[in-house]
T-cell receptor, first 116, second 115 residues
């Protein structure tokens, strides 16, 4: 079975400071990992994904995430937070060995608030 | 412009009154899916479709039906809505059904309240 955990319901950070949104996963094999962002009254938007290769993945809006196999983590990071980054962030995982119709499993979401 | 549209965006209804939430995409994607989002529970998949006339249950299918008669449309049907189906619903699509790395594209959401 595959699962993903986002241990923080809420993350607060001051504008200009670095931000981290945490995600850990559990799969039988190797993972495909995704981050999505949800702005108020909007659907989820894709930020970035890890498939294979370089453990540091760069995505939209200056975000990046680091895949750490030994810690089974895929934390989302940004060097300098903006107020406009305030949103709900979802981590998702799919086992690489699973069939294509195996759904993405989403975490419960982390609400990021960037304070001016 | 590539997009996923859902209608209605907001709906308040009463218990037992059948309703349909439509989802349409213009990207010629094979894979379409419905999720519900509830506080503290994240997104949970209701049903998915790998292509026309191919649908299957997700994690929480009870009380829902779907159909996929055309590639672009994937309506979600609640035959007899109940208050526990009050939720925020998202339709999502991706290019191929057998490619695990595909990015999903989400519609804007439908907020449903069942009284």
């Amino acid at each position: 079975a595959q699962s993903v955990a986002q241990p923080e319901d809420q993350v607060n950070v001051a504008e200009g400071n670095p931000l981290t949104v945490k995600c850990t996963y559990s799969v039988s094999g190797n993972p495909y990992l995704f981050w999505y962002v949800q702005y108020p009254n909007r659907g989820l938007q894709f930020l970035l994904k890890y498939i294979t290769g370089d453990n540091l993945v760069k995505g939209s809006y200056g975000f990046e995430a680091e895949f750490n196999k030994s810690q089974t983590s895929f934390h989302l990071k940004k060097p300098s937070a903006l107020v406009s980054d305030s949103a709900l962030y979802f981590c998702a995982v799919r086992d690489r060995l699973s069939a294509g119709n195996t759904p993405l499993v989403f975490g419960k979401g982390t609400r990021l608030s960037v304070i001016a | 412009e590539a997009q996923v549209t859902q209608n209605p965006r907001y709906l308040i209804t009463v218990t037992g009154k059948k309703l349909t939430v439509t989802c349409s995409q213009n990207m010629n994607h094979e894979y379409m899916s419905w999720y519900r989002q509830d506080p503290g529970l994240g997104l949970r998949q209701i049903y998915y479709s790998m292509n026309v006339e191919v649908t299957d249950k997700g994690d929480v299918p009870e009380g829902y039906k779907v159909s996929r008669k055309e590639k672009r449309n994937f309506p979600l049907i609640l035959e007899s809505p109940s208050p526990n189906q009050t939720s925020l619903y998202f339709c999502a699509t991706s290019l191929g059904s057998l490619i695990s790395t595909d990015t999903q594209y989400f519609g804007p959401g439908t907020r449903l309240t069942v009284l």
